[in-house]
Protein backbone atom coordinates (compact mmCIF):
# COMPACT_ATOMS: atom_id res chain seq x y z
CA UNK A 1 0.00 0.00 0.00
CA UNK A 2 1.30 3.50 -0.73
CA UNK A 3 1.20 6.27 1.94
CA UNK A 4 0.54 9.42 0.00
CA UNK A 5 2.39 11.24 3.21
CA UNK A 6 5.78 9.55 2.24
CA UNK A 7 7.73 11.92 -0.47
CA UNK A 8 10.10 9.03 -1.14
CA UNK A 9 8.79 5.62 -0.62
CA UNK A 10 11.63 3.81 -1.62
CA UNK A 11 13.51 5.00 1.43
CA UNK A 12 10.90 2.32 3.57
CA UNK A 13 10.55 -0.71 1.63
CA UNK A 14 7.10 -2.61 2.55
CA UNK A 15 7.00 -4.16 5.39
CA UNK A 16 10.43 -2.69 6.52
CA UNK A 17 9.79 -0.60 9.02
CA UNK A 18 7.09 -1.19 12.15
CA UNK A 19 3.69 0.49 12.19
CA UNK A 20 4.93 3.26 14.54
CA UNK A 21 8.30 4.00 12.63
CA UNK A 22 6.38 4.25 9.35
CA UNK A 23 3.98 6.42 10.98
CA UNK A 24 6.85 8.83 11.89
CA UNK A 25 8.46 8.76 8.85
CA UNK A 26 5.46 9.59 7.24
CA UNK A 27 4.95 12.36 9.26
CA UNK A 28 8.93 13.73 9.11
CA UNK A 29 7.86 13.62 5.29
CA UNK A 30 4.63 15.28 5.35
CA UNK A 31 6.69 18.11 7.85
CA UNK A 32 9.44 18.53 5.71
CA UNK A 33 9.50 22.29 4.77
CA UNK A 34 13.16 22.99 3.64
CA UNK A 35 14.25 23.39 0.19
CA UNK A 36 12.59 23.87 -2.90
CA UNK A 37 10.39 26.42 -4.41
CA UNK A 38 7.94 28.11 -2.51
CA UNK A 39 9.90 26.29 0.84
CA UNK A 40 9.55 27.98 4.44
CA UNK A 41 12.91 29.35 3.13
CA UNK A 42 11.56 31.63 1.03
CA UNK A 43 9.50 33.42 3.01
CA UNK A 44 10.04 36.65 4.13
CA UNK A 45 8.25 37.71 7.86
CA UNK A 46 10.36 40.98 8.07
CA UNK A 47 13.08 41.99 10.54
CA UNK A 48 10.60 41.90 13.50
CA UNK A 49 10.01 38.28 13.01
CA UNK A 50 13.54 37.24 12.14
CA UNK A 51 14.83 36.16 15.34
CA UNK A 52 11.68 34.15 16.40
CA UNK A 53 11.76 33.04 12.83
CA UNK A 54 15.38 31.45 13.47
CA UNK A 55 14.52 29.83 16.43
CA UNK A 56 11.28 28.32 14.93
CA UNK A 57 13.02 26.95 12.24
CA UNK A 58 16.44 25.18 14.14
CA UNK A 59 14.04 23.62 16.59
CA UNK A 60 11.51 22.29 13.76
CA UNK A 61 14.97 21.15 11.64
CA UNK A 62 16.34 19.97 14.71
CA UNK A 63 12.72 18.08 15.70
CA UNK A 64 12.55 16.14 11.98
CA UNK A 65 16.28 15.05 12.44
CA UNK A 66 15.88 13.39 15.84
CA UNK A 67 12.55 11.65 14.34
CA UNK A 68 14.57 10.33 11.55
CA UNK A 69 17.34 9.32 13.97
CA UNK A 70 14.41 7.61 15.82
CA UNK A 71 13.05 5.59 12.64
CA UNK A 72 16.56 4.52 11.60
CA UNK A 73 17.50 3.34 15.33
CA UNK A 74 13.92 1.31 15.53
CA UNK A 75 15.70 -0.87 12.24
CA UNK A 76 18.30 -1.86 14.10
CA UNK A 77 16.48 -2.60 17.31
CA UNK A 78 13.82 -4.13 15.23
CA UNK A 79 16.82 -6.52 13.30
CA UNK A 80 18.98 -7.08 16.47
CA UNK A 81 16.37 -9.63 18.22
Not at 49 to 75: C, G, K, W
Amino acid sequence: QTDPFLYYPDTAPENFLTPDAHKLLSAVSAAWVFGGMGSWNDAVYGPEHDEEYSHVSADLYIALQDAIVAVVNSTFAENAK
